[in-house]
Structures are given as C-alpha cells and as structure tokens.
C-alpha cells in the first residue's frame, strides 16, 4: 500500500507551515504503508495539481492532503470540499479569486472518502485533541480538497483522498493575540499518523465514503 500525503508551504507572511513540518516527522512506513511526502504551493491552482501530478506518478491507495487552520484548537479532518473559491488574502503567487466556481461545470460538492469519524476517534483516543470539519473555507485548502476529490472521482476511481486541517505551531502563536490556539509539531505529526493508521484500519468506513451533492 501507498499513502501520499501533501502539506502546504508557508503562507500569509509566516515563516513555517505545521501542515509540511508536521508531514516531515511522521515515519515513512506506517502500519506496512509506504508514506510519500510532498511539499505543495499554497496556490490555487498549482497546489491541487502538483498533487494531482504526483497521483499520476506515484499511483497511491490514498491521498492525504494537510492544511494549516490557525485560529482551531483541535485538528480537523474535513467532511467536505466545496466547488468555490473566495481568497481572504491573495494565495503565495498573488492570486485572490473572489466569488468563483474551482471546477466549471463541476459538482457542487465532494464529500470525503476517508473515514474521518474514525481518525477523530483514534486520535482523541490518544491524547490528541481532534473533531470533525464541516466546513473547509473558501481558500487554498478547500481548492485542494475539492480538486483532488473532483480528479479521484473523474479519473481515479481506485483512489481514495481527503484533507485535514491542523492548528498553527506552538510557535506561531508567539505574535498572535492572547489566547490564539497552537499544538506542538510532535503532537500534529502524532495526529496525522494516528489518522493514517484509522485509514488502514478502516478501508470500508461507510460514513466515509466519497460521493457528490449537485
């Protein structure tokens, strides 16, 4: 078995992303699975298909795509991806769509086909404070979920992906107002490996198969 997993780069003017250092610390073999690391532009359009790039390459069993969420306390995997697009800020090469559709012509939604209700159980089962998202934004990271679930379903049926959000790093907070949630890296890479192991664990998870909502 293969798992890619996906973090962004730095954004917004901060100097890490916990979404690719947290990738960067889980173990390259998880439960048997080989774990392909991928470093993704937070960009609208050359984030979603440099992952897609690497499915064509790689053939993974599982996508796996991290986001960072500053201003969540928990992490968040997401249960679906939305076809719009409305930047708060402009993405790292200065893009900002604002009110657009990602995929024209395409579904309204994507929802996740992994088993999302199991890794949130598998992580909180381990100290790690998890739940699940409804609701992925309208920036970079929905783009991600959406046209990754969009080209799994039009063009790789036997591949299953999804997204999941994580809080900023202890780190970033430093600069942030008083109160602004953070999570060390160790425990976020613990997360993302703990949700890879639900994945193994949970091929078939009902609750977490894919589909679309028109």
Do not use: W
């Amino acid at each position: 078995m293969k798992i890619l997993v996906t973090g962004f780069d730095p954004f917004g003017g901060e100097k890490i992303n916990p979404a690719f250092e947290a990738v960067k610390l889980i173990p390259d073999c998880i439960e048997g699975a080989e774990i392909i690391k991928l470093e993704v532009p937070t960009v609208f359009k050359k984030g979603p298909q440099a992952t897609i790039d690497a499915i064509e390459k790689y053939h993974p069993d599982y996508v796996f795509c991290i986001g960072q969420a500053g201003g969540r306390s928990q992490i968040t995997p997401e249960f679906v991806g939305i076809n719009y697009a409305q930047a708060r800020i402009p993405d790292n090469d200065g893009d900002q769509p604002f009110n657009q559709p990602l995929v024209e012509g395409g579904p309204a939604a994507y929802f996740t086909q992994l088993p999302v209700y199991a890794m949130v159980e598998k992580m909180k089962e381990n100290g790690i404070p998890a739940s699940v998202s409804y609701t992925a934004g309208t920036y970079v990271c929905n783009a991600m979920l959406y046209c990754v679930l969009h080209a799994l379903n039009t063009k790789y049926p036997n591949i299953k992906g999804g997204f999941m959000h994580v809080p900023y790093g202890t780190s970033q907070t430093v600069n942030q107002p008083a109160g602004t949630p953070g999570m060390n890296l160790n425990d976020i890479a613990r997360g993302i490996e703990l949700s890879i192991e639900a994945i193994i664990e949970n091929p078939t998870d009902i609750m977490a198969q894919g589909g679309t909502t028109h």
